[in-house]
């Protein structure tokens, strides 16, 4: 096998999920997490997006409609996550969920980034997150990368929340 490198640039796209119900993850990805509604595909598929793009996730009945969740302790997706511009805009989710009473399963800092982890309605893992500037992001000694996970300031981020 050669010694290929994928391309700095290339980035993921897109995540495709199977769900049971889909009014219920559209409740949830748009009405909650403010995701726009892009297309329709028959009522067993919707595609939504921020900002515009084509899509950012698919959620399908295709082979799930009126389905369980995945097992836990089975191979598949952990969790998607979703990246937020600016650490602002993780804290106005935040608060959001927090305000719905929607449960948060944990809170992390991780020093390259800060993230809030629940579940979507199907029990699929989602990961929201921003990423602190690369200037910031923590090295050893020897210049490499010490991720962690460290619990997260949430009092400090929801302060952002609330600024005008």
Known sequence: MDNYTIPAQTRI???HLKV???QRAMDFYIGLLGFELVT???DQAAF?????YHHHIGLNTWYSKDGGPAPQHTAGLFHT???YPERK????ILKRLLDAGYPISGASDHGVSEAIYL????KNGVELYWDRPRDQWPLDEHGNLTMFTKALDVKGLLALADDK
Do not use: C, E, R, T
């Open 13 to 15: 796209g897109h995540v």
């Open 20 to 22: 049971s119900n889909l």
């Open 40 to 42: 329709m595909y028959g």
């Open 48 to 52: 939504i997006s921020a900002g515009g």
């Open 81 to 83: 996550a979703i990246l």
């Open 89 to 92: 805009d993780l804290a106005v």
């Open 119 to 122: 579940d979507d309605p199907d």
